[in-house]
């Protein structure tokens, strides 16, 4: 089943490789926590059934988890692909899968500051295995359309005011299915900024900030990290 439509703004850098370590020892002074951080994102289009000549977009998000135990190294040491030093332990990969609807950028004069995407997951529950979703997103007529990966970082930082709420910072590389074994070394990392869960157009009941308060909140934190220049990402 679907869940109610919510709203997921974002805010895009560039980081060129060279500043890539200074960076992440910046960033990890503000975050709560640091993790490394690998998806593959699948891209599933449709024909609007009420509106010729759109599409529809289905995201297929599949993130890796992997247990590994390391000696002291830095929290950011590393990507998730290469040994992060020290004794590591490893049990294998394994995924989690979510669908989403992913609505092309709102073009409203309030969106106009980051690109605003209306969202709407999809529960996936009882699909253990990509093949399962995958049979899924065929069966209610999806075609896929691309596949990106991104592997690096990412930041859970803190909301001022707000306990359970978090922003969402990745530093990543973003890899095409082709560019497996390729050398990236001189290429930017991307930089981007959201909330941790999308949010709705007003403040919740349970004290959840808006979409405006959670845009003013991501520029403020994004102010504070030197050396970066944000942009929309349209």
Sequence with gaps: MASQAQLLPSLFALLPAEHRELMLSRISLLALHVEQYHIQDDIYLATHPVMPGQNRTLRLRARRRQRR???????????????????????????DYSLAWI?????????????????????????SSRAEVE??????????SHTYTRSGH???LPVPGQTTSTLH???????????????????????????????GAVA????????????????????RIDGLEWESGR
């Design 69 to 95: 135990r390391a000696s002291v190294t830095p929290r950011w040491a590393g990507n998730i692909d290469l040994d992060v030093g020290g004794t590591v332990s490893s049990a294998g990969p394994s995924w």
């Design 135 to 144: 049979e899924f997103v065929a069966g209610i007529g999806f075609k896929h």
């Design 169 to 199: 910072l990745t530093v990543t590389r973003v890899l095409g299915p082709d560019d497996k074994g390729a050398d990236h070394t001189t290429e930017p990392y991307l930089v981007q900024l959201q909330p941790g869960k999308p949010v």
């Design 154 to 156: 990412l930041f859970h």
């Design 204 to 223: 919740s009941s349970r004290g959840e900030p808006s979409l405006q308060d959670t845009m003013r909140i991501m520029q403020d934190v994004s102010q």
């Design 103 to 127: 609505s092309p950028p709102l073009s409203g004069r309030e969106h106009a500051e980051m690109r605003v995407q209306a969202y709407v997951g999809l529960e996936v529950a009882g699909l």
